[in-house]
């Protein structure tokens, strides 16, 4: 599959940046809600550490979705898309793209302030502070963070239910498009059902063009000639 998009299609570089980015905000969600319910001991510092390590990991990935769409063009909305359901698809991607960003900053904002312990990447390396330490801001980058981290949650819920009804209910392939693998169905029948009769049609005159002549039986002229 080809790693650019087109007119039609997302390319598989685009499928892949998109599908990780999910996984990683799925798998943020449930640490997240786990380990602000465990006591206040040492024993929750990996989960902290971990939660940050995707966090950046996010911000590092929504980066590099934004320098790919740079160069790989947008696929068109559906023929059959109203233009004001693509302004709203328009403006909801850019919000996703925006909290993108501001979730894990502003994480690394209230981790900065904090100033409760270094911050590694996965245990690799430390990753320096964005602002000094100070006590009187760390309640607002908290609040913050925790704010954005659930309207992120509610754009997102908006977008995949818009891209649910888009391919059960229109039926315009808007999902099928983002899904591995289905690049070539949406190529043969872009938005549109062929009937089982047209489909046999198709598929019969093909196989009629496709079949070598020395495949096909001779007739005798006087079989097909009663008055021979």
Do not use: C
């Amino acid at each position: 599959m080809p790693w650019k998009s087109d007119a039609h299609h997302w390319g598989s570089l685009a499928k892949t940046l998109h599908w990780l980015v999910v996984l990683l905000i799925l798998a943020q969600g449930v640490l997240g809600l786990y380990m602000v319910g465990l006591p206040k001991k040492p024993g929750i510092i990996p989960y902290y550490n971990l939660h940050k390590s995707i966090g950046m990991t996010v911000l590092a990935l929504a980066v590099l979705r934004l320098a790919w769409r740079a160069f790989d063009p947008r696929p068109a909305e559906p023929a059959s898309t109203p233009h004001w359901q693509a302004l709203g698809a328009r403006a909801g991607h850019a919000l996703l793209y925006a909290l993108l960003f501001a979730v894990p900053l502003s994480g690394w904002w209230f981790d900065s302030v904090a100033a409760l312990r270094p911050m590694y990447f996965f245990g690799l390396f430390e990753i320096p502070h964005i602002a000094a330490p100070n006590t009187d801001l760390k309640e607002l980058a908290h609040e913050a963070h925790e704010w954005l981290f659930w309207l992120l949650v509610a754009v997102a819920l908006g977008h995949a239910a818009m891209a649910l009804i888009h391919e059960f209910v229109s039926r315009d392939g808007t999902l099928s498009r983002m899904l591995p693998g289905r690049r070539h169905a949406l190529a043969i029948a872009p938005g549109v059902a062929t009937s089982a009769a047209t489909a046999s049609t198709l598929t019969e005159n093909d196989h009629a063009e496709t079949t070598p002549a020395a495949a096909i039986p001779a007739v005798d002229p006087a079989a097909r000639d009663p008055g021979a």
